[in-house]
């Protein structure tokens, strides 16, 4: 069996449709994932169910200012890094941000240093966080890969260690379609030579277990492949 280590994700935050489609191509070129929100509170609803590793957030923004998302996401016990994008460059504004976020970023900005400092900030927040890359989380779908257990809004679900292994790899590329031959490649093996069908055969399994509690969240995307997201998602 074959499970590569998951993209990071990176939740950008700006409502400047070109700057949040500029940073959102250089993060996938980069080989990030990567979803975007343009107010303050699309930002805090996303970062529970996105579960970003990063959080790239404007300071203005048109309903509450990015300090405040900020102050929220830390009240509510979120500790991924934080890099503040703003036209303020103040003294004043840069240590009130650095004393809240990881990083603080003026506009306009170098794209190259600005991926520079991204990957720099992951790879220590990686160190400091290694401890919790053992529990995967999407909405209140929770695993814990070192035990093999696995919660839905609290209450144990118990999954064959193929199912555990299909639900891993959908809840580490939460809401993206993930293809048939994808699935089988990376949780049966490139050299499993069985019925194809069986990829459905296990997701019906799952839906009878993650999806007897409201909402749904594994889908189906004809002639595509499945995802773990919220159907409001779709």
Known sequence: MTIEAPAARILVVDDEPNIA?????ALTFEGYQVDVASTGAQALEQVRTFRPNLVMLDVMLPDFDGNEVCRRMRNQGEQMPIVFLTARDTTQDKVEGLSMGD??????????E??????????????????D????????LTMSIDTHEVWRDDLPIDLTA????????????????ISKSELLDNVWGFDF???PNIVETYISYLRKKIDVTEPALIHTIRRVGYTLRLPREG
Request: hydrophobic share 50%.
């Open 103 to 112: 990083d603080y970023v003026t506009k306009p900005f170098s794209v190259e």
């Open 133 to 140: 890359i053992s529990t995967l989380q999407f909405a209140d």
């Open 21 to 25: 489609e500029l940073l959102s191509a």
């Open 193 to 195: 030579r069985g019925d």
């Open 162 to 177: 193929t199912e555990f292994n299909l639900l891993r790899y959908l809840l580490e590329n939460a809401r993206r379609v």
């Open 114 to 131: 600005l991926m520079a400092r991204i990957g720099a900030i992951l790879r220590r927040a990686g160190e400091v966080a290694a401890a």
